[in-house]
């Protein structure tokens, strides 16, 4: 156990019928004009756009929109956003959708008082100040709507990078799980699936953080469990919540204090991947790296794996545990490599570059360029 500070400024606001408070939420604290940011248009199928733009109306609160962030958010969009929200001189952003969406409302927010958003990313330059964020959640992966992280995708340089400030914490966050019911069977396995990389990514940092580990441990037994009823009935409204609150709770602080920090090497690879592949998710990518990645780097904590195999997967050691999670992935109609994901062999020693361009990654256990491509075909 190391010293540590948990904070954690964000208002959750969970359950049924609360997209129709979000009006009052952002009227209570003094917003009269704000950017409204999504994707491609799915919450106008599903009823969410016309619960938000009512209780918008209703509390006098009027407007902008800025439409069509997609998957592995990029540049060209925030840049679109901030230029949109310095011009109507909006007082806040709310986003409407996923993690993507979310991460694009951040670094709007940030932005707008930036002198060039990306020099964060690149490290040249500081985030200072940020413009409110509220959030109305859509898609459970990222646990974006109650963190201070944000990854943007910057198409033109090929780079994937992520940045965190405090600032970038949501004011407040409206979880109404059942909207969620028309999602994708793909889309929510690769929700669990980013959402159980980030409790591992601290996890395996462990060893005698007792509290956090069962939390953590707690944790991926709930995804798992709903994910099971989910695949038998994807409108199980129990299901739903409880796998929407443990996806939040995934990477909200709760699940790392105490863990060092995490490891994130998987998270690094991944990014990589889909920087280079875009029609690659995140968490689809997360679920084929993890297994090769344990495999790659057990026996630096062999402990603690194990400790993952018996409690998770209720085997023996890691080694079983690694088949029994490529299973439950199998189970779910997820991809166990990367050749089902698409990625070509020939792509594996550019990946592993890209990987390492700012130095060796990982904590648990430091890996150079050449680790990372063996894991890469481990995972192959």
């Known amino acids: 156990m190391i010293n540590y500070n948990f904070y954690n400024p964000t208002r959750l606001v969970f359950g049924e019928n609360t997209i129709e408070k979000i009006g009052e939420l952002i009227a209570q604290r003094g917003y009269h004009k704000i950017l409204m940011i999504s994707g491609g248009g799915s919450i106008k199928k599903n009823g969410v756009y016309d619960k938000v733009i009512e209780s918008l109306a209703k509390h006098q609160i009027e407007w902008v929109e800025c439409w069509g962030v997609q998957a592995n958010p990029c540049l060209t969009k925030v840049r679109e956003a901030i230029a949109i929200a310095k011009e109507s001189k909006v007082e806040a ?9 979310i991460d ?16 964060v ?9 940020a413009l409110p964020i509220f959030t109305v959640l859509t898609l459970s992966a990222t646990a974006s709507e109650m963190n201070c992280s944000a990854v943007i995708t910057n198409e033109a340089e090929g780079k994937k990078y992520g940045t965190g400030h405090p600032l970038l914490y949501p004011t407040v966050s409206v979880i109404e799980p059942s909207v969620q019911n028309s999602l994708p069977w793909e889309q929510t396995v690769n929700g669990a699936l980013d959402a159980m990389a980030h409790i591992m990514e601290f996890y395996f940092m462990g060893t005698i953080e007792e509290t956090v580990l069962g939390i953590d441990e707690a944790l991926l037994k709930s995804i798992i469990k709903a994910m099971s009823r989910l695949k038998l009935k994807q409108d199980d409204s129990i299901a739903r919540a409880n796998l929407a609150w443990a996806i939040t709770m995934g990477l909200n602080g709760m699940s790392g204090a105490g863990l060092k ?4 090497a998987c998270h690094d ?13 995140h968490g689809a ?18 402990h603690q794996f194990d400790r993952f ?4 997967f209720d085997c023996i050691d890691i080694e079983e545990g690694v088949i029994k999670f490529r299973n439950l992935i199998r189970n779910w109609q997820g991809c166990t490599t990367l050749r089902q994901l698409g990625v070509k062999e020939e792509d594996i020693p550019a990946i592993a570059k890209m990987t390492t361009a700012r130095g060796r990654i990982g904590r648990l256990q430091i890996l150079a360029e050449k680790d990372v491509e063996k894991i890469l075909r481990l995972a192959y």
């Open 261 to 264: 920090g995490g490891d994130w």
């Open 309 to 312: 195999a018996k409690g998770i």
């Open 104 to 119: 694009t409302s951040k670094i709007t927010a940030a932005g707008v008082f930036a002198e060039d958003i990306w020099k």
């Open 121 to 129: 990313f690149e490290r040249e330059e500081k985030i200072v100040n």
């Open 269 to 281: 690879m991944s990014h990589s991947i889909s920087s280079m592949y875009h029609s690659i998710a």
């Open 285 to 302: 990518a997360l679920g084929v790296l993890f297994p090769a990645w344990m495999e790659y780097v057990c026996e630096t904590n062999q």
């Open 93 to 101: 952003v709310l986003a409407v959708g996923g993690g993507s969406v």
